[in-house]
């Protein structure tokens, strides 16, 4: 029976209370307490001379900077190749501040603190490594995923947090992939050491009236599957393509926000990850990783953008007011302003590892659920998870279509930087490199069974 060599490590990284949060805008963002500590998780696979690290973080994002002091961190320390390290963030909306969404969360400070425990926690996981069994599920996350972006019936688009009445509402503007990609690994896949999934669903439940840090409906997930398999197991998630898609179902007039709601979601997840691990398939083959960095130019100020921009801030004092949900205008405007002498264009890294038949493909920002598909539907491996916030953070990836439709995440501010291209650029060095990665006709060929 093929093993591969697989080693875990988990590290909480949860900030001292009072520490800025992340995720929303706020008059005030000192955290009032800890909900669910924030931990970064590490799995390490291993085979003849390769090793990939993927690492899981329990926040917002991971800024260009905390990825490079993390690799180099690790590289220093273990030797493990830096562009063979995946390091991403789960998007808790309850994360502290790593990048500052403003100017009195001092983004780098909090990096600081988080750094250490992360690389830990991947040290950790290549001490730890002995031979173990990799198994590959497909599970379906119902009921869980919606498209943000609504389409109204007076032809408006709007976004579903702000909770249209359901009769005007035609449609929303894209889809969702409820597809849930899980990796796991033990000795057998009943009582597994390593249950890993995959989806794209913000953690954003959430929203701007909690004040304390935590893992959102990701830490319910963890308890579902510590509640299956036993503490010893070590769940982790690795966040999707989630730009557009959250858990609002903007026809139920009665869904709530809240732990209640946060809960309901985490377990759909881990339940249906449990049921699918029914039906997991061995994997077997080479372990490889490739990366390549594209260059995006920053997204065009128009000068009407920059006229409105003018208007809006001339019209408004400086303490922009904070938001449940969304960010006020001032604050686009504001960025806006300082975006229009920009030139230099952004350089973005996507990675793709092959795990067999699997095949993991990270990007660095908030890309809508349509690239993941379409990478998906394109892909040469038998199952391929898409992961999104990794390795950098670039913020918002919307399609071209949603730059016509309009809405929150195509407008132009800090998370709202690249050129409208941005997307494809990537989906198609992603799909580049997973045909290279595939064509390698020694060892692909088995079925996974
Ligand atoms: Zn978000």
Redesign the pocket.
Known sequence: METYDVGLGCVEITPPVGTPLA?NFRDDYASRGVYAPLCSRTVVIRRSDTALAIISNDLLTVPDKLVRLVRQGISSRCGLKPDCIMVSAI?T?SGPAVEAIADEADGEKIQDMVIPGIIESCVQALDACKPMRLWAAAGKAEGVCFNRRLKLTDGQTLMNWTRPPSDTIDRPLGPVDTEIGILAAGQTSENPSLVLANLAL?P?ILAGDNWMMGTDWAGYYYDSIHKVFGPNTQAMFLQGAEGNVNHIDARDTQQGRGFKEAQRVGSVVGLSVVDALRDARLVSGPIKSSSLTVSVPPREITPEQLAWAGSVVDATDNSPAGTVDGISDVVFAQDQIEMAGRADPFELEIQVFRIGQVAIVAFPG?FFVEYALEIKAQSPAEQTLVVGLANGSVGYVPTSNAFAEGGYEPTSWRFGKLDPKAGNICAATAIEQLKMLFTDKTDHQRPMV
Do not use: I, M, Y
């Open positions: 995720g998007h909306h913000h954003a908030e």
